[in-house]
């Protein structure tokens, strides 16, 4: 047996030529650490995963937009629909108005009656269920916007222009008039709010004198 001479250690062999540095083991990798080619396949993926988000948003807004217009678009051809059907009835009414005017003429004066009366009050019926509406009373004030003044008079018994007779009735569907009530109306009486006002003034008077030859008004 060959005994080993205490205090030494064995060293590896070291080739002839190589330095102190090369015998020693080199450190193995840290675990966990990335190789840098997987950094950069990381970052390109990130890259991609960026456009992909992008692309997706844009291609979202553009559906969003489409959906938009198309729902405009919807709107407006409703919108355009009714415009028309509202347009076709007026114009249909209009044309029927003169029937209705003698219609009521015939009212008017008791002539109403017997089968005429029934296809006369089914046509109202049938014009009232489009829309059309009547209107135009006698007392009414004047209202230029939906009233038409065929004949003008002075009455001392009105304050303000005032309808007192219907020439032909009004017509609307809905807020459009599509005929003004054509009427008669009249005015205050030139003068009539001076002699009022004049005759207030006059009794005030009279009432005063009349306090001062009783002695004044009697205090409580």
Not at 80 to 104: S, Y
Not at 147 to 155: D, K, Q, R, T
Request: hydrophobic share 35%; glycine share 10%.
């Amino acid at each position: 047996m060959t005994e080993e001479t205490p205090g030494f250690e064995e060293k590896p062999d070291v080739p002839s030529g190589a330095t102190p540095e090369d015998a020693e083991p080199k450190a193995a990798p840290e675990e966990g650490a990335a190789p840098a080619g997987d950094v950069h396949a990381d970052a390109g993926l990130v890259a991609q995963l960026d456009q992909v988000r992008t692309a997706l948003g844009e291609r979202t807004a553009d559906l969003q937009r489409l959906q938009a217009e198309y729902a405009n678009y919807r709107r407006r051809v409703e919108r355009d629909r009714i415009a028309v059907k509202e347009i076709a009835v007026a114009n249909l009414l209009t044309e029927l108005l003169p029937v209705l005017d003698d219609i009521g003429r015939a009212r008017e004066h008791g002539e109403l009656v017997g089968g005429f009366k029934s296809v006369a009050e089914s046509l109202e019926t049938v014009a009232a269920k489009m829309g059309l509406q009547q209107f135009g009373k006698e007392g009414e004030p004047f209202d230029p916007t939906i009233h038409e003044a065929l004949m003008h008079s002075y009455a001392p018994d009105v304050t303000e222009t005032t309808c007192v007779a219907i020439l032909q009735p009004g017509y609307r569907i809905g807020e459009r008039t599509i005929r003004p009530a054509r009427v008669a109306v009249a005015e205050p009486q030139p003068g009539a709010q001076t002699v009022k006002a004049e005759g207030a003034e006059e009794n005030t008077e009279a009432a005063e004198a009349d306090d001062k030859e009783n002695g004044g008004p009697e205090e409580g």
